[in-house]
């Protein structure tokens, strides 16, 4: 007679040990989950057009009130700070819309480091959506009044637009979805604002077109009825600018004893200023 222990080992079945995943199935779980990751990245931050191509017009509305618009500083002005990129250097590649100053403002501004009295809820600036889409960011400005408003359009994958010095709305902030024309915040009534239009989200890019490049005629005619003839009124092209560079020390644009600021600014026509 066998003796138990025998026995019941014989009659005991053991489970097949499991195979340890091969060093190829791991490498296509790796794979999978890489391209997973780069299918959510191209999903938030979008495609793109080459910056060869012509900038989609993709605006829907404007996202100021013009009528309460003075001016508007050109495309690679020599305005503000330098704000370049996509192989160019030392010009502001934005746009700074520019509320008529009155004695009270610049007396304002000169007590407090040039800045302009903030909104009072009383005359201020409506600012608008321009487009449908997400606010993807909102951070406030560190050596400026209000907050950057960073808009995803929905019709433009690639392309971000930025708003600066805003004061954000109530519910406006990163992943709000917002609608073209939609009230979003205020500047004061003689607060500059200025827009960047960027084409792609990457944070490494910066290649900016002008605001008037990506806005189709129905709106742009809004702006010929207040004088500019046409786009090339508010744009510096590359060629002139590269022509007729400016000088920049850390990131500040160092001007001569001479300077045309006039050059950089295009006032519109009819401007009534808000009565008080």
Same mark, same amino acid.
């Given at each position: 007679?066998?003796?138990?222990?025998?026995k019941l080992g014989s009659m005991t079945k053991r489970k097949p040990k499991s195979k340890p995943k091969t060093k190829p199935t791991r490498i296509a779980l790796i794979a999978a989950g890489v391209l997973l990751v780069i299918a959510a990245v191209v999903?938030?931050?979008?495609?793109?057009?080459?910056?060869? /191509?012509?900038?989609l017009e993709f605006i829907q509305a404007d996202f100021i009130d013009l009528s309460r618009i003075y001016s508007i500083s050109k495309f690679r002005s020599g305005?503000?700070?330098?704000?370049?990129?996509?192989?160019?250097? @030392?010009?502001?590649?934005?746009?700074?819309?520019?509320?008529?100053?009155?004695?009270?403002?610049?007396?304002?501004?000169?007590?407090?480091?040039?800045?302009?009295? /903030?909104?009072?809820?009383?005359?201020?600036?409506?600012?608008?959506?321009? %487009?449908?889409?997400?606010?993807?960011?909102?951070?406030?400005?560190?050596?400026?009044?209000?907050?950057?408003?960073?808009?995803?359009?929905?019709?433009?994958?690639?392309?971000?637009?930025?708003?600066?010095?805003?004061?954000?709305?109530?519910?406006?902030?990163?992943?709000?979805? %917002?609608? /073209?024309?939609?009230?979003?915040?205020?500047?004061?009534?003689?607060?500059?604002?200025?827009?960047?239009?960027?084409?792609?989200?990457?944070?490494?890019?910066?290649?900016?077109?002008?605001?008037?490049?990506?806005?189709?005629?129905?709106?742009?005619?809004?702006?010929?009825?207040?004088?500019?003839?046409?786009?090339?009124?508010?744009?510096?092209?590359?060629?002139?600018?590269? /022509?007729?560079?400016?000088? @920049?020390?850390?990131?500040?644009?160092?001007?001569?004893?001479?300077?045309?600021?006039?050059?950089?600014?295009?006032?519109?026509?009819?401007?009534?200023?808000?009565?008080?």
């Amino acid at each position: 007679m066998l003796p138990l222990t025998l026995k019941l080992g014989s009659m005991t079945k053991r489970k097949p040990k499991s195979k340890p995943k091969t060093k190829p199935t791991r490498i296509a779980l790796i794979a999978a989950g890489v391209l997973l990751v780069i299918a959510a990245v191209v999903s938030y931050y979008g495609t793109p057009k080459p910056v060869s /191509a012509s900038p989609l017009e993709f605006i829907q509305a404007d996202f100021i009130d013009l009528s309460r618009i003075y001016s508007i500083s050109k495309f690679r002005s020599g305005m503000g700070l330098d704000y370049s990129g996509g192989g160019e250097s @030392c010009r502001n590649m934005k746009h700074y819309f520019i509320p008529q100053q009155d004695a009270d403002a610049l007396q304002y501004a000169a007590e407090h480091d040039g800045r302009a009295p /903030a909104p009072n809820g009383k005359d201020d600036i409506p600012i608008y959506s321009p %487009v449908d889409g997400f606010i993807a960011s909102t951070r406030a400005e560190s050596n400026q009044a209000g907050h950057r408003i960073v808009i995803y359009p929905e019709n433009a994958p690639g392309y971000k637009v930025s708003l600066f010095h805003i004061t954000p709305s109530h519910g406006i902030t990163g992943g709000t979805p %917002v609608k /073209a024309g939609q009230h979003i915040g205020v500047i004061g009534a003689h607060q500059t604002t200025d827009i960047d239009i960027q084409i792609g989200r990457m944070p490494w890019d910066n290649t900016s077109v002008s605001y008037f490049q990506v806005m189709p005629d129905r709106l742009f005619a809004a702006y010929q009825a207040r004088g500019v003839t046409s786009r090339d009124d508010l744009i510096i092209s590359r060629a002139y600018r590269d /022509a007729h560079p400016l000088t @920049c020390s850390g990131g500040r644009f160092v001007y001569p004893a001479i300077y045309d600021y006039g050059a950089d600014i295009f006032k519109l026509s009819g401007y009534q200023a808000t009565q008080r």
